[in-house]
Protein backbone atom coordinates (compact mmCIF):
# COMPACT_ATOMS: atom_id res chain seq x y z
CA UNK A 1 0.00 0.00 0.00
CA UNK A 2 1.32 3.18 -0.91
CA UNK A 3 0.87 6.67 1.19
CA UNK A 4 1.90 10.29 -0.19
CA UNK A 5 2.83 11.55 3.63
CA UNK A 6 5.26 10.63 5.60
CA UNK A 7 3.60 10.14 9.07
CA UNK A 8 1.11 7.20 7.24
CA UNK A 9 4.15 5.44 5.83
CA UNK A 10 5.95 5.95 9.55
CA UNK A 11 2.61 4.26 10.99
CA UNK A 12 2.83 1.68 7.96
CA UNK A 13 6.42 0.67 9.08
CA UNK A 14 5.94 1.03 12.59
CA UNK A 15 3.53 -1.58 12.31
CA UNK A 16 5.27 -3.87 9.84
CA UNK A 17 8.31 -3.81 12.70
CA UNK A 18 6.24 -4.77 15.32
CA UNK A 19 4.09 -7.40 14.08
CA UNK A 20 7.76 -8.65 12.55
CA UNK A 21 9.25 -8.76 15.92
CA UNK A 22 6.18 -11.09 17.63
CA UNK A 23 6.27 -13.59 14.80
CA UNK A 24 10.20 -14.24 14.57
CA UNK A 25 10.36 -14.19 18.25
CA UNK A 26 12.90 -11.29 17.98
CA UNK A 27 11.39 -9.28 20.67
CA UNK A 28 10.66 -12.16 23.35
CA UNK A 29 9.80 -15.69 21.94
CA UNK A 30 7.52 -16.37 24.71
CA UNK A 31 6.05 -13.59 24.18
CA UNK A 32 5.25 -15.25 20.80
CA UNK A 33 4.82 -18.65 22.29
CA UNK A 34 1.86 -16.40 24.78
CA UNK A 35 0.34 -15.39 21.78
CA UNK A 36 0.30 -18.59 19.84
CA UNK A 37 -1.65 -20.03 23.31
CA UNK A 38 -4.39 -17.71 22.88
CA UNK A 39 -5.56 -18.82 19.70
CA UNK A 40 -3.77 -16.52 17.33
CA UNK A 41 -1.99 -17.46 14.23
CA UNK A 42 1.18 -15.69 14.25
CA UNK A 43 1.53 -15.47 10.65
CA UNK A 44 -2.28 -13.84 10.38
CA UNK A 45 -1.94 -11.67 13.80
CA UNK A 46 -0.91 -7.81 13.34
CA UNK A 47 0.37 -6.13 16.25
CA UNK A 48 -0.38 -2.15 16.18
CA UNK A 49 2.73 -1.54 18.98
CA UNK A 50 4.01 -4.07 21.66
CA UNK A 51 5.32 -2.00 25.06
CA UNK A 52 7.36 -3.92 27.52
CA UNK A 53 6.72 -2.62 30.83
CA UNK A 54 9.05 -5.03 32.91
CA UNK A 55 11.00 -8.00 32.40
CA UNK A 56 8.35 -10.53 30.74
CA UNK A 57 5.24 -7.67 31.10
CA UNK A 58 4.04 -6.95 27.70
CA UNK A 59 0.77 -4.76 26.63
CA UNK A 60 -0.43 -3.62 23.08
CA UNK A 61 -3.16 -4.01 20.75
CA UNK A 62 -3.31 -7.02 18.07
CA UNK A 63 -5.64 -7.25 14.93
CA UNK A 64 -6.27 -10.85 14.37
CA UNK A 65 -7.45 -12.98 11.17
CA UNK A 66 -10.76 -11.78 11.60
CA UNK A 67 -10.00 -8.15 11.53
CA UNK A 68 -10.58 -7.65 15.06
CA UNK A 69 -8.92 -5.70 18.05
CA UNK A 70 -7.83 -7.14 21.15
CA UNK A 71 -6.06 -5.69 23.70
CA UNK A 72 -3.49 -7.60 26.16
CA UNK A 73 -1.84 -7.26 28.83
CA UNK A 74 0.50 -10.40 28.72
CA UNK A 75 2.75 -11.45 32.64
CA UNK A 76 4.77 -14.27 30.99
CA UNK A 77 6.01 -14.61 34.53
CA UNK A 78 2.61 -15.48 35.81
CA UNK A 79 0.01 -16.74 33.58
CA UNK A 80 -3.18 -15.81 35.72
CA UNK A 81 -1.82 -11.69 35.19
CA UNK A 82 -2.55 -11.90 31.63
CA UNK A 83 -6.09 -10.28 30.32
CA UNK A 84 -7.29 -10.28 26.35
CA UNK A 85 -9.86 -8.22 25.73
CA UNK A 86 -11.74 -8.19 22.07
CA UNK A 87 -11.95 -3.77 21.80
CA UNK A 88 -13.02 -3.61 17.71
CA UNK A 89 -17.01 -2.41 19.19
CA UNK A 90 -15.95 0.14 20.91
CA UNK A 91 -12.76 1.68 18.37
CA UNK A 92 -14.56 4.52 17.30
CA UNK A 93 -12.80 6.90 15.74
CA UNK A 94 -9.58 4.12 15.30
CA UNK A 95 -11.53 2.18 13.00
CA UNK A 96 -10.41 2.42 9.27
CA UNK A 97 -14.19 3.14 8.39
CA UNK A 98 -14.91 5.73 10.35
CA UNK A 99 -15.23 8.93 9.15
CA UNK A 100 -12.91 10.64 11.18
CA UNK A 101 -10.25 8.19 11.12
CA UNK A 102 -6.81 8.83 11.60
CA UNK A 103 -4.65 6.81 9.51
CA UNK A 104 -1.43 7.81 11.50
CA UNK A 105 -3.41 6.08 14.81
CA UNK A 106 -1.68 2.47 14.87
CA UNK A 107 -4.37 0.81 15.72
CA UNK A 108 -5.77 2.07 12.37
CA UNK A 109 -3.15 1.48 10.30
CA UNK A 110 -2.56 -2.05 12.38
CA UNK A 111 -6.46 -2.92 10.79
CA UNK A 112 -5.36 -1.67 7.09
CA UNK A 113 -2.09 -3.32 7.45
CA UNK A 114 -4.40 -6.67 8.25
CA UNK A 115 -6.62 -6.30 5.45
CA UNK A 116 -4.34 -5.61 2.83
CA UNK A 117 -2.19 -8.71 4.12
CA UNK A 118 -5.61 -10.60 3.51
CA UNK A 119 -5.98 -9.15 0.56
CA UNK A 120 -2.66 -10.22 -0.87
Known sequence: MEFSKASTRNAWESVAHATE???????????????SAQGFALDNTVFSSVCQFDEGIYTGTLVDCHGRAWEFFAD???????????VTDTLGPKSPDHPE???CDKVTMALLYQREQCAA
Open 76 to 86: LNDPQGCDLED
Open 21 to 35: QVRNGSLNPALSTWV
Open 101 to 103: ADL
